[in-house]
């Protein structure tokens, strides 16, 4: 039943992988800016998240 969390594992890879991409796209590095801030901001929050529950899960394997 180890297998059990590798799911959310997956599932929080894809949607940092997907929402990373969408928040570099709409980043303007001519003028230093987001073309849609509060979108941005979502997607950042997310992000994160994302990460976040990544990185805890790795401290945790690797802590076993």
Known sequence: ???KN???VFT???AAII???ALYKQFDFVTLKFEKPALAIVYFIVFAFSI???IKNFKK???K
Request: hydrophobic share 60%; aromatic share 12%.
């Open 61 to 63: 394997r690797a802590g």
């Open 52 to 54: 976040f529950v990544l």
């Open 12 to 14: 929080f890879a894809i």
């Open 6 to 8: 590798n799911v959310p």
């Open 19 to 21: 929402v990373g991409a």
């Open 1 to 3: 039943m180890e297998n």
